[in-house]
């Protein structure tokens, strides 16, 4: 892995201007060695939209990129999604993304069932539920869009692995780390657990704007970034539309972290001059709110909470009385209590969420419910 990010002009989505663009990158920046082996490219689907209004990553660069992999010798180029609304493969063929994948040698893939994925080096989860195609995968890609966040300010192609969680369990997520701070920390541990090797960025049209990741105003932005360093790519493209990566909570997280970037000052460009690809124009999202709950109204967020809020369930028969979940509940709520010294809660609105009880037993005692 480098910290280096090459860029390259691009002005329309004309195919083949977008691959060779691709390909120059590739050999600026080089992806690793992909020849017989499985590639899982993540492109980003919010939900099914034309390509102009700039919600998903531009189906034409998700062809060109499925191209440029299996002309590097894939032996499978595998591109899925799992977008908030909608079927997969209907959303993917609203978009255009779904044939541009077929047309071009690739498979596309309904993330509909879902995998657990270890996450020891984890800060704030230990484990992860991922769309189970992860597990076919060699090498995986983030193929991003270059978009505004008003929760997060912005999102690129770590926010874009989020991708791999499944349906509702997206939201339970945004519940479960309702907290900016703590939401940027899970990202950062769910692109640990996700590995990616390499990352293109959309950036020809982004955008911009409070309305974003999926109402904000497409923005002509002109150019490609592509590294083998996922955060390195955020932090340059970040940079180059107006943002201070530093108050990006996620990218903040992931740089203290030390796993792609010791400091700042070690991402390089390549290619095109960074000046050639800067936007001073581009409506940054300057005080996002700090928690998913502040962005909707009083009784949405009761509701939602309940349905998507999990909470462990402990089954009596499968106990084995170990205590381990008592002794590492940070909330000390959990106790062993009845007759048969169950584990129980003891305060159920203290309940952090955090699941750790659930990922030490080893019974398989202990069940997350919504209800």
Known sequence: MT????????????????Y??????????????????????????LYPKAPELAVCTHPVVVG??????????AKRVIAGESPAIANSTNAAKATGMYDQVVKNGGEWADFKDSVIVQCPQGKIVKSLNFAKQFLDADIVVSLSKLKSHQLMSYTGAMKNLFGFVIG????????RFSKKSDFGAFLTDLNIAANPQYAIMDAIVGMEGPGGPGSGDPINLGFLAASDNILALDWKCSSLVGYN??????????????????????????????????CTTFKIVKEPSETLQKMMPAWLNFLATGVFTKTPHFNANKCKKCRRCEQICPAHIITMTGKNETAQ???KKKCLHCFCCHEICPADAIKLRRF
């Open 168 to 175: 509702l369990e997206k939201a339970e997520s945004h519940y």
């Open 64 to 73: 060109a990129a499925v191209k440029a992999f299996v002309e590097l010798g």
């Open 245 to 278: 990566p530093h108050n990006i909570v996620n990218l903040e997280d992931s740089l203290k972290r030390g796993i792609w970037l010791n400091d700042e000052s070690e991402v390089k460009t390549v290619g095109e001059s960074e000046e050639e690809c800067r």
């Open 20 to 45: 060779q663009s691709i390909k120059k990158m590739m050999e600026l920046v080089p992806p690793p060695d992909v020849k017989g082996k499985t590639v899982l490219l993540k492109p980003n689907i």
């Open 3 to 18: 910290t280096t990010v090459a860029l390259q002009k691009c002005s329309e989505y004309d195919f083949d201007k977008v």
């Open 345 to 347: 809660l003891t305060e």
